[in-house]
């Protein structure tokens, strides 16, 4: 910034020295990504083991395909995923709408409410859940299974939605909304041609996050999820009880590479949405 | 806060503006906006003309941006009422409001292209494409930006984005145009080339204009009317030359132009004619403008330019001269009373005698016509 400006730039005088510094980000990276390399790495590796290399091969990968539970846990994942994804994305960008943009009585609360949700240990979060669907939906004839894990994916990132969305809204010249009506637009419409066109890169920044904060929950999927409607993690966590297989491995290994396509590919569209 | 109703009572207030036989555009009528406890604007009446250039003049936080947010349907008045063209507005939505406005910040859609901006209002009142094209390309003229169709506001100027803002609100033909000091975040330079346009343009369409500004400067180049508003309070409405020659209070005089003000107790009250005696002694001449009583504390103003030098006038004081700056055209001159009291004058620079020079002891005058006794 001080560049930018036209300040001095004190390179390294008074600081820790340069070389000291780039030591330390490799360091920290290696302690990051180091343990994430080891296990894409063995997930090609020919033998059954993870401690020692025998050779190459994209065995397991083929396991990975031959087996029907897997699949099946993944299509639970992406059911839930999407579907709680769309309705949290819905419900979030409301309530950041009615935030930002509205006076009511108990505002303060909800906001504050909306905040601690996000820090509520995920523990107290599956287990309350399960307790309330116990004492409401069970009662209906509604078994634990994909719909209560939606209702609880869309419980919790609902918050983180919200959030991501309200940023964008604050940033936002209220004067915009005022304009469109002043030109005739009235409330629909002017949320359809102006309050959501601008405020799409937060909606898509809170739906991506959203959809990869319920791909991956295991805590709270744990407790609400029912027979037959194994989520990914879930599944990876069964097997992992009969110890580390490189199947496991290569599994993670996908997991891994899609999220990260998701999240590039999505940090991607905003940006290009940002500069146009 | 002393209310003063200026439109109908005064003769020399409401000026020579309007025709009585003239459209009505906007009528407030007792109109006050409450924030919780505070009075942002306070028993306002106004009524502007159509076709009028009306200026609401005043310093920040006057209420001039409520006013014109109620004129606009974004706030209701806690009491009072608004007609446009004849029409009573409470209630009605700002989309269902027949007035467009400039914003302040200008509000341009960055999501939108020119030509897109500029047809958004169209395109809500279902206007037939080929219209829209004819219209959004007509509008682009106007304001010397056609070509410019294509462009995303972020690749426009400031001047270009109000230009953008002024298309996309006449391109509707409001009944009335509602703009919000438009000019006040450009410079000097295109402010004032773009008052100039603004003024023409509003002949060229005859639409009403009412325009917040907090220049008296520039109230005073583009108006046909103004209203100077004070804390939510208008002074006075006349049209500029009434608002300068014959302030109505202190307020109005000192906001304004340039002034000298005197205080004092009124000895005498004959017709129209005051005469006042100041706490040091000074007897002072002035005019009246309403009735007055004889030993009430009173303030009158006079103009720097009314001021001459020499012992011939209605009005002398003895003064000595403290600075002198030559302004080109004319030679401002800052004289300093026995008590301490600063009086400010100007002299055109059309004579060949010099003036006084710094710290020469002179005789100032003035007229009793041109010294007026002011309310508030
Ligand atoms: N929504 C609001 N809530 C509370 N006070 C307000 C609101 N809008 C304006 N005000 C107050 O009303 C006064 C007049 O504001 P405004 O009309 O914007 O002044 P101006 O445009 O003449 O500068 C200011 O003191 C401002 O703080
Ligand atoms: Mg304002």
Redesign the pocket.
Known sequence: MSAKTGGPVYKGVGRIPDRALLLFSVLIYAFLYAPILVLMFFSFNSSRSTQSWTGFSTEWYAALLRDETIHQAFFNSMKVGVTATLIATVIGTFTALALTRHDFRGKLAADTTIYAATVMPEIVVGVSLLAFFVATLIPLGIELGIVTIVIAHVAFTVSFVTIVVRARLAGMDESLEEAAQDLGANPTTTFLRVTLPLIFPGVMAGALLAFTLSFDDFVITFFVSGVGSSTLPLKIYSMIKFGVTPVINALSTVVLVATIALIFGGSRLLVRRENS | MQERKTTEHSPTASGAGPDTGREVAVELTGVT?R??E?V??EDLSLDIYEGEFFS?L????????????MIAGF?EPTEGNISVAGEQVRGVPPYRRPVNTVFQSYAIFPHLNVFDNVAFGLRRAGVQKDEIRQRVTDACEMVQLAGFEKRRPNMLSGGQQQRVALARALVNRPKVLLL??PLGALDLKLRKELQLELRTLQHEVGITFVY?T?DQEEALTMSDRIAV?DS?VVRQVADPATLYEFPHDRFVAGFIGQTNMFSGRVEAVEGDRVTLRTSDGEKIEAKGQEAIEANSEAHVAVRPEKIRFGGDGDNVLSVTIEQVVYLGVSTQYIAVRPDGEKIVLYQQNSHDTAGPAEGERVSVAWDAANCLVLGG
Do not use: I, Q, W, Y
Request: hydrophobic share 30%.
């Open positions: 906006k924030f919780g505070f942002a604007v609401l005043g310093p920040s936080g006057c209420g001039k941006t409520t006013t014109l947010r706030d919000d000091e917040v907090h508003m939510g």
